[in-house]
């Protein structure tokens, strides 16, 4: 999967874009400010995903202007095609000139990765950003998982509703009310479980040889599977499903104590770890970001082997607190995929052996 050509108008602070890059490595490198990162940000909308900066769609149109304009052509399935994003605005999308409506049915016709400095806290925070990542990596490979996602989410907040009204007061058949969202809550779960469980543990070896590639062979990577009350993710589902049924029922009482459900795939998390430690802990601010990028390259390699065409990887200010090593790494030896990476370090540039460069100057892509 690439891309080969990327036309914009009226989005960001972008003037009128005509891109045309090479298969290999892009490299976008300007001062602060000056759109880098809004030209990633084009590309990923292709994907059919939200602005990854978390930006509301009203906010990609350029001052001054009603609507933003995204044309793109790309090689996928083994042939050209061309879509297009409007931001008007609401995101609507064609796709070789057929009017999807939301842009968001674009997903799953061209796939990307991203790593953003945003995408720290995969390492940094808490688990909440691990079990999203861990969910939309995998959406990308079977979008159909997003019903068991929002099956789940819709069960947990029923529960956790009727719970704060039990706590509150006496509810007549709570336990029989608690039972049927326990049954519910349990078959989704045990799905999610098994999923985040099973992707996380095809990932890690890929993760590792990244990282492995990254840090010249110094140093490891491993990835843990935490799911919550040490549930037995692995399992036959059916043994899973009833081993969270079973966790749900035991923590009933500590449940209506709190108000909310203590146990299950919404308190998951996975540890990553550098030589034997915690990267939260003990890595340094390259470690937690080789670490990042080691999980979305696997991300990557996952997606390539389902859909046996690699997606384009998407790198906003990857440079920073990276060796001359790890820099090279990400430069001259990813191959195979094309790669769109932005940097502010000129010097960055010359390291480069091939590929594409591009100036970026208050909106203007200027070819080097």
Not at 209 to 214: E, F, K, Q, S, V
Not at 277 to 295: D, E, K, M
Request: with cysteine; proline share 3%.
């Amino acid at each position: 999967m690439r891309v080969t050509r990327l036309c914009a108008a009226g989005f960001r602070n972008l003037s009128e874009t005509d891109i045309r890059p090479t298969d290999g490595v892009n490299l976008f490198c300007g001062a602060n400010a000056q759109g880098k990162t809004n030209i990633l940000e084009a590309l990923w909308l292709f994907t059919g995903g939200r602005s990854f900066r978390g930006a509301k769609d009203a906010e990609m149109i350029g001052f001054g202007c009603e609507k933003a304009s995204l044309s793109m052509e790309f090689f996928a399935a083994e042939r050209e095609q061309k879509a297009t994003v409007t931001v008007a605005p609401r995101r609507t999308a064609t796709l070789n000139g057929v009017e999807l409506g939301p842009a968001t049915k674009l997903a799953g016709r061209f796939c990307g990765i991203v790593f953003s400095p945003t995408h720290l806290s995969l390492i940094k925070d808490g688990p909440d950003g691990r079990r999203r990542f861990l969910d939309a990596a995998y959406c990308q490979l079977r979008p159909t998982y997003t019903n068991t996602l929002a099956a789940y989410t819709r069960t947990l907040t029923q529960r956790n509703a009727l719970l704060r009204e039990v706590k509150q007061g006496a509810v007549a058949g709570a336990d029989e009310l608690l039972a049927v969202f326990d049954a519910q809550l349990a078959a989704a779960g045990a799905r999610l479980l098994r999923v985040r469980g099973a992707y996380l543990s095809h990932i890690a070896p890929m993760a590792a040889a990244i990282y492995d590639g990254l840090s010249r062979k110094q140093e490891t990577l491993e990835l843990q599977y935490l799911p919550s009350g040490d549930l037995p993710w692995n399992a036959a589902v059916e043994d899973v499903q009833g081993a969270l049924e079973e966790a749900l029922l035991r923590a009933r009482a500590a449940d209506i104590a709190a108000g909310f459900t203590t146990v299950g795939p919404h308190r998951d998390d996975f540890d990553v770890a550098i030589n034997g430690l915690s990267a939260r802990v003990y890595g340094s601010q390259g470690q937690q970001r080789s670490a990042v990028l080691a999980l979305k390259l696997a991300e990557a390699e996952a997606l390539r082997e389902v859909t046996e065409e690699a997606p384009v990887a998407l790198l906003d200010d990857v440079m920073s607190e990276l060796d001359e090593w790890r820099q090279d790494y990400l430069l001259n030896h990813l191959t195979d995929v094309q790669v769109f990476i932005t940097c502010c370090e000129p010097s960055s540039v010359m390291r480069m052996a091939g590929g594409a460069r591009f100036r970026v100057e208050g909106g203007k892509i200027l070819t080097e």
